[in-house]
């Protein structure tokens, strides 16, 4: 199905939606579209800066010291919005009270973020540990990713990369151990020669696990890794 028909199937949809009064899931305000009341939607914390184009942390445009030093592993970081009020409340919201309306405002706030053309083979999920996502009962990468790749006509590959290792959350440690903690924890055994991929999760903050899993990619052959977040965390 080509990407022409399936926006206009999702612009049907939106017009369908539209008709129907809908609660802001911010701050529950009836009469909004697509999620949220327009006060909400001006209030969210999207990227104005120039950043650097492989992490996304601020710079004049260029790529930024660590990035110069030490190069991650994907090619570069398209973030929607930086982690703050009230734009960190939505993701809460989604991981942890599994508030899955939430998905589709946050997808589509990144699809206005992204490029128009994709150019990938396919969108990957970050994965979750088995008891994590046994715990959650989804893994919000994947409800992302599988909007995106609707949109888009792309594919999305969840079960290509699995997590080997059930390593402790990342955002209870310090951040000079996230690299340690998430070291070895996936694991990839098909052929990705050439392959264009786009991983997908909800939140940037040191970069540790996508490095991790996207060096994971490139040891099976993987030609371009980008990665869609949500939000990006800025440093203290």
Same mark, same amino acid.
């Given at each position: 199905m080509s990407n022409s028909i399936l926006?206009?199937?999702?612009?049907?949809?939106?017009?369908?939606?539209?008709?129907?009064?809908?609660?802001?899931?911010?701050?529950?305000?009836?009469?909004?579209?697509?999620?949220?009341?327009? &006060?909400?939607?001006?209030?969210?914390?999207?990227? &104005?800066?120039?950043?650097?184009?492989?992490?996304?942390?601020?710079?004049?445009?260029?790529?930024?010291?660590?990035?110069?030093?030490?190069?991650?592993?994907?090619?570069?970081?398209? &973030?929607?919005?930086i982690y703050a009020f009230p734009t960190d409340a939505l993701i809460q919201s989604l991981k942890y009270h599994a508030n899955l309306a939430i998905t589709c405002v946050l997808a589509e706030k990144l699809i206005e973020a992204a490029p128009g053309s994709v150019g990938a083979d396919f969108f990957l999920p970050v994965p979750l540990a088995r008891e994590k996502q046994r715990e959650r009962g989804f893994n919000q990468a994947h409800e992302i990713a599988?909007?995106?790749?609707?949109?888009?006509?792309?594919?999305?590959? &969840?079960?290509?990369?699995?997590?080997?290792?059930?390593?402790?959350?990342?955002?209870?440690?310090?951040?000079s151990e996230r690299t340690k903690n998430i070291r070895g924890a996936f694991s990839c055994t098909h052929d990705l020669t050439g392959k264009k991929i786009i991983l997908v999760d909800d939140v940037l903050t040191t970069g540790a696990t996508l490095n991790e899993l996207a060096k994971t990619l490139r040891k099976q052959g993987a030609a371009e890794i980008r990665a869609w977040v949500v939000v990006r965390t800025l440093p203290m």
């Open positions: 926006k206009r199937i999702n612009n049907c949809l939106r017009l369908g939606l539209g008709a129907i009064p809908q609660s802001c899931v911010l701050c529950a305000a009836l009469g909004c579209r697509d999620g949220l009341c327009r &006060a909400c939607n001006s209030s969210l914390t999207t990227i &104005a800066y120039t950043h650097c184009p492989r992490c996304a942390l601020p710079t004049d445009g260029n790529l930024c010291g660590a990035c110069l030093k030490t190069p991650p592993e994907f090619d570069s970081v398209t &973030a929607a919005f599988k909007i995106l790749g609707s949109y888009y006509g792309v594919p999305v590959e &969840a079960n290509l990369c699995g997590r080997v290792r059930n390593t402790l959350s990342q955002t209870s440690l310090p951040w």
